[in-house]
């Protein structure tokens, strides 16, 4: 099993270039990504249907 941590690793690595979060793992993936150090640097799409689809653009970056 992929961990939350991972996923994020693989995002900011371009590994994926979006994940998907379905509605009912979105407070856990959340909690997971605001302890991680670059977390400003995800951001969150809102999907209808309540799932969030994350990219990554580092700071500074449009």
Request: aromatic share 14%; glycine share 6%.
């Amino acid at each position: 099993m992929v961990t939350e941590e991972q996923v994020l690793t693989d995002v900011e690595t371009v590994i994926f270039e979006d994940y998907r979060v379905r509605k009912q793992y979105f407070v856990d993936f959340r909690n997971v990504l605001i302890k991680a150090d670059d977390f400003q640097s995800f951001r969150g799409k809102a999907q209808v249907g309540g799932d969030c689809i994350y990219t990554f653009k580092p700071r500074g970056t449009k």
